[in-house]
């Protein structure tokens, strides 16, 4: 199975509070998971990626927290703030090749 | 250093028409591609390319054609527009084998819509 399962679909946070995305997986290939966020008229831009070596990597107030064993990752924004506001994808691909497997993607919103 | 650029930001077609979108890179990247983006869909690959002269198809390659005859630009070609190509569409660029060290970097994209 190829595809990236993300949800929620959308999701609305109180300024400083901590907002959380999920994605899982079904194909155990996969061994770089990157997350993207996006503004409104941009392209998306890499925010963090992990390897599954790992179960955890922090980037400041972004944390992605990865399960092997149930094949989910998932982002966590501490202390979210207005300008956080974007829409997030996951993603999934395999080292060596040239193709990433994005989730649909979740449009957060801070509220001030 | 401009990065991924993409033209034209916007487009209009009638059913059956044709038209090429733009994108260059200035970052000396090997590896291009395109997407394509639709609400509760998230972004999925139409063509890449790993280098010059090379490409190959990606999840959703029907209804577009791609060359790669410099490493700089990789135009996307719609031969016959169809409604169902009405779509965001991004390109994206990478140095080299994806990875950690080598992400993709995307342009602001082209809003087309066929009617």
């Known amino acids: 199975q190829q595809q990236v399962k993300q949800s929620p679909q959308s999701l609305i946070v109180q300024k400083g509070g901590i907002s959380i995305i999920n994605c899982a997986y079904e194909n155990t290939a996969f061994d770089y998971f990157p997350w993207y966020q996006q503004f409104p008229g941009k392209g998306p831009a890499l925010l963090i990626a992990?390897?599954?070596?790992?179960s955890e990597k922090k980037e400041g107030r972004f944390t992605i927290s990865f399960n092997k064993s149930a094949k989910q990752f998932s982002l966590h924004i501490m202390d979210s703030q207005p300008g956080d506001s974007a829409t997030y994808f996951c993603?999934?691909?395999?080292?060596?090749?040239?193709?990433?497997?994005f989730g649909t993607g979740t449009r957060l919103k801070v509220l001030a | 250093n401009a990065g991924v650029t993409q033209t034209p930001k916007f487009q209009v077609l009638k059913t059956g028409q044709s038209m090429t979108l733009q994108c260059a890179q200035d970052?000396?990247?090997?590896?291009m591609s395109w997407y394509r983006q639709d609400p509760g869909m998230g972004l999925r690959l139409i063509h890449y390319?790993?280098?010059?002269?090379?490409?190959d198809q990606g999840e959703v390659p029907n209804g577009y054609n791609v060359s790669r005859s410099t490493t700089e630009d990789f135009p996307l070609r719609l031969l016959s527009a169809a409604p169902s190509q009405t779509s965001v569409y991004f390109c994206?660029?990478?140095?080299?084998?994806?990875?950690?060290?080598?992400?993709?970097?995307f342009g602001n994209g082209t809003r087309l819509t066929v009617t």
């Open positions: 992990i390897r599954p070596d790992v």
């Open positions: 390319s790993v280098g010059a002269g090379i490409t």
């Open positions: 970052m000396n990247h090997e590896y």
């Open positions: 993603a999934a691909s395999v080292s060596g090749t040239y193709k990433y497997i």
């Open positions: 994206a660029s990478s140095y080299s084998l994806l990875g950690v060290d080598s992400p993709l970097h």
